[in-house]
């Protein structure tokens, strides 16, 4: 009896281990888009380097309250989208995350498999791009020294820029289920 008990119970645990594997691996290619774009909106990288949005921000900063702010000052605008796709844990100085910090942006809340809640967040970024103020600057040079205007990068103002990162946010949307995780 407690060999059946045992062995029971052992099926139960590995076709559980086996479902969780197959959830979470199921999203990985949403969290590496949502993470990689994440990364592409932020002015800066990790260790502080200037990306392209760094001189030719895609929104203004404290647009419409009387501030006269450098192109650059809406890097805080893009870092705070950037946020609700994805943040990178803070690890303490022992090497450790502490176990209470939850999930901050859409790939995080993907990975601990709170799909309703990653939708939301993707919907708080549809919104906040809809609801910031995009630069009127021109966009003389793309990411990797492109030239703007020529006929592979036609587009060169700011409201084409937050209308496909909008879009970014609404596919991804579309391939995430609140229930069942990612298709």
């Given at each position: 009896?407690?060999?059946?008990?045992?062995?029971?119970?052992?099926?139960?645990?590995?076709?559980?281990?086996?479902?969780?594997?197959?959830?979470?691996?199921?999203?990985?290619?949403?969290?590496?888009?949502?993470?990689?774009?994440?990364?592409?909106?932020?002015?800066?990288?990790?260790?502080?380097?200037?990306?392209?949005?760094?001189?030719?921000?895609?929104?203004?900063?404290?647009?419409?309250?009387?501030?006269?702010?450098?192109?650059?000052?809406?890097?805080?605008?893009?870092?705070?989208?950037?946020?609700?796709?994805?943040?990178?844990?803070?690890?303490?100085?022992?090497?450790?995350?502490p176990a209470k910090q939850g999930s901050r942006?859409?790939?995080?809340?993907?990975?601990?498999?709170?799909?309703?809640?990653?939708?939301?967040?993707?919907?708080?970024?549809?919104?906040?791009?809809?609801s910031s103020v995009v630069n009127t600057t021109?966009?003389?040079?793309?990411?990797?020294?492109?030239?703007?205007?020529?006929?592979?990068?036609?587009?060169?103002?700011?409201?084409?820029?937050?209308?496909?990162?909008?879009?970014?946010?609404?596919?991804?949307?579309?391939?995430?289920?609140?229930?069942?995780?990612?298709?």
């Amino acid at each position: 009896m407690n060999i059946k008990k045992i062995g029971s119970g052992l099926v139960v645990a590995i076709s559980m281990l086996a479902f969780n594997a197959a959830a979470q691996a199921d999203c990985m290619e949403e969290i590496d888009y949502i993470q990689q774009a994440a990364d592409n909106l932020r002015c800066s990288d990790d260790d502080g380097n200037g990306i392209f949005w760094e001189h030719a921000p895609i929104w203004q900063y404290a647009a419409g309250k009387g501030k006269n702010s450098d192109p650059g000052d809406g890097c805080e605008v893009h870092q705070k989208l950037a946020r609700l796709l994805y943040e990178k844990p803070v690890v303490k100085a022992n090497g450790k995350i502490p176990a209470k910090q939850g999930s901050r942006g859409a790939a995080r809340a993907l990975e601990d498999h709170q799909y309703a809640y990653a939708i939301d967040l993707l919907t708080q970024f549809e919104s906040s791009v809809d609801s910031s103020v995009v630069n009127t600057t021109d966009f003389p040079l793309l990411p990797d020294g492109i030239l703007c205007g020529t006929s592979t990068t036609p587009v060169c103002d700011a409201a084409y820029w937050a209308a496909k990162a909008r879009d970014f946010a609404t596919d991804m949307k579309t391939r995430i289920d609140p229930v069942a995780g990612c298709s």
